[in-house]
């Protein structure tokens, strides 16, 4: 089915400390994804912001001595300034501690309560407060006992007897199983949907939607008992709703809803896959809405020893014998924001995890940007500005279109495919590779007829101006194909290539496209190499 529309979101991230690279991953794989929508004509929404309640904030404002309102206020800033460091181009950000969120969660409860999809139950069992989830006497004990089944390392767990409020989720599993296993639903990639089809498998309990006032007040309090506030995943997930008008009174909001729901995606790291794949579909059953058609689960930047990054184990603390982990405000200030855009928009295939660490980023901005494409493009302008005048001189009728001439064409034809596709494949990492190949078979080209050669003679320069024409018209499609991921130094690529006026994808992706005579610009130094003095030292 073609897509007429696409709304993509990222989680909204905690604002119980400043962002880390991990956090710039997510965000800018999602906006690699809107800009590759918005480049084929598709109209795009994106949205991300910032999740502000719960016990992390809480806790983390109380060791601040700061009120929980003023941390949010200065963390969603932090945030927001990573955003535009890093040339995101999202169409909003929602804080969820913001009236038009609140709201929404308030009438969402209500709803559910009054329809009987949440009750009041007694509990007895273990409570992890600082994760504010409660489990079971199996799984504690299964860990070892005392401890936080999902960082044992890190908290400790209390027994609680209390009254709670529940959401009957159980009551969805079947329809629930079904939505994933038939793909209505579709968890990305099929690793992810397996393991959640999975944990149904084992049997799906009701959750607990309520958090005791008297331990957790920094939340939405249930407004049919106001002794409890929301569990923070039940508030959170509904900002993917909430931002776009949901339950709006106002005409014009409750349309905006109407068009942008459902979402396309929800791009989402591994760790949060649960509450994605499991609380959220089965909430939005029990208020009769339609499911997400996609939670694509990406993996982890690791530090070189495996380590997740986190913000309890973050940047600075690293241990002994692993390398430093490049903090997102060191990776902008050394490769600026495409290099770093490259560099996390490459970094793996949705899914996989990958390690990281200051040189494996500024090696591959240097192949890539600095000895691929840059070079590719400063060494061809400098010879349409010797052989050509500064002008494309067309392609020419050649007869001769030999083999590496034809791959030129094809590898940039290729590589504007994979831009095609991408609605349906959503894989920047092949149209990456398609690029590479194409900014190789360039390379090859040139390589075989050395038009620096050719020029040298009058029966020569007729071949190299060919050889040149191609090459930059080739060079022109690889440019367009990775622009969602280079924002900044596309524009400056794209005029020296000769192309002017509005970006066009239709025209501009043809090859052939740019007509003789279009004026070419000086050689752009895009993506100086960045030596191994310019990384911050350990
Ligand atoms: N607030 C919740 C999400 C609620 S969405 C309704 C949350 N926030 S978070 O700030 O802890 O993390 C948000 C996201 O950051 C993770 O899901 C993941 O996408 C991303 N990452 C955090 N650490 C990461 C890595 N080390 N590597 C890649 N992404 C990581 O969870």
Redesign the pocket.
């Known amino acids: 089915m073609p897509n007429t529309r696409f709304y993509v979101t990222?989680?909204?991230?905690?604002v119980n400390d400043r962002?880390?690279?991990?956090?710039a991953?997510?965000s800018v794989l999602a906006d690699v994804m809107a800009g590759y929508h918005r480049l084929l004509g598709i109209d795009t929404w994106f949205l991300t912001g910032?999740?502000e309640h719960g016990q992390k904030v809480q806790d983390s404002a109380a060791e601040r001595d700061v009120a929980p309102q003023a941390l949010c206020d200065e963390m969603a800033a932090h945030f927001g300034d990573l955003l535009e460091r890093l040339r995101v181009r999202n169409d909003d950000f929602v804080r969820t501690t913001e009236p038009r969120h609140t709201a929404v969660v308030t009438q969402v409860l209500a709803e559910l309560h009054a329809r009987g999809d949440v009750y009041l139950d007694h509990y007895e069992g273990w409570y992890c407060a600082r994760c504010e989830r409660y489990w079971t006497d199996r799984d504690v004990e299964e860990q070892g006992g005392g401890r936080c089944p999902d960082q044992p390392e890190l908290h400790g767990v209390e027994r609680l007897a209390e009254e709670n409020y529940y959401f009957r989720m159980s009551k969805y599993a079947d329809r629930l199983r079904e939505a994933i296993e038939t793909d209505v639903f579709r968890v990305h990639p099929e690793k992810r949907k397996n393991e959640v089809l999975g944990f149904l498998k084992k049997g799906l309990t009701d959750l607990c939607i309520s958090r005791n006032r008297e331990r957790l007040s920094w939340g939405v309090p249930l407004p049919f008992d106001d002794k409890y506030v929301c569990y923070?995943?039940v508030d959170?997930?509904f900002?993917?709703k909430s931002a776009i008008g949901y339950l709006a009174a106002d005409d014009a909001e409750h349309e905006r809803h109407a068009r942008w729901w459902p979402a396309d995606v929800?791009?989402?790291?591994?760790?949060?896959l649960t509450?994605?794949a499991v609380y959220?579909p089965t909430l939005l059953m029990a208020m009769g809405e339609a499911l997400p058609r996609m939670v694509l689960a990406?993996?982890?930047?690791?530090d070189s020893r495996g380590g997740?990054?986190?913000?309890t184990k973050r940047e600075g603390d690293d241990a002994e014998g692993v390398l430093p982990v490049p903090t997102i405000d060191g990776l902008l200030d050394v490769f600026g924001a495409d290099g770093t855009r490259w560099f996390l928009a490459t970094a793996m295939k949705p899914g996989d995890?990958t390690a990281f660490d200051w040189t494996i980023v500024r090696e591959r901005v240097n192949t890539d940007l600095a000895n691929g494409l840059g070079n590719t493009a400063n060494r061809l302008l400098k010879m349409a500005a010797g052989a050509c005048d500064g002008v494309f001189p067309g392609l020419g009728e050649d007869d001769d279109v030999g083999e590496t001439q034809e791959r030129v064409r094809a590898a940039a034809v290729a590589a504007v495919d994979a831009v095609r596709a991408f609605p349906e494949t959503l894989d920047v990492t092949a149209v990456v590779a398609a690029v590479r190949s194409g900014v190789a078979a360039i390379s090859l080209f040139l390589q075989d007829e050395k038009p620096w050669k050719l020029v040298k003679t009058d029966d020569g320069l007729p071949r190299a101006r060919i050889v040149i024409a191609w090459s930059l018209e080739s060079l022109r499609l690889l440019a367009l194909a990775v622009h969602p991921i280079l924002p900044e130094s596309f524009a400056t690529l794209r005029t020296a290539l000769g192309m002017t006026g509005d970006l066009d994808f239709a025209r501009e992706s043809q090859f052939g496209a740019l007509p003789e005579g279009a004026r070419l610009g000086a050689p752009p130094n895009l993506f100086p190499r960045i030596g191994a003095d310019a990384i911050p030292s350990a």
């Open positions: 990222t989680p909204i991230y905690y962002p880390h690279t991990g956090h991953y997510t910032t999740d923070v995943w959170a997930l900002n993917y929800h791009v989402i790291g591994k760790d949060i509450t994605h959220w990406h993996g982890w930047l690791l997740k990054l986190s913000k995890d």
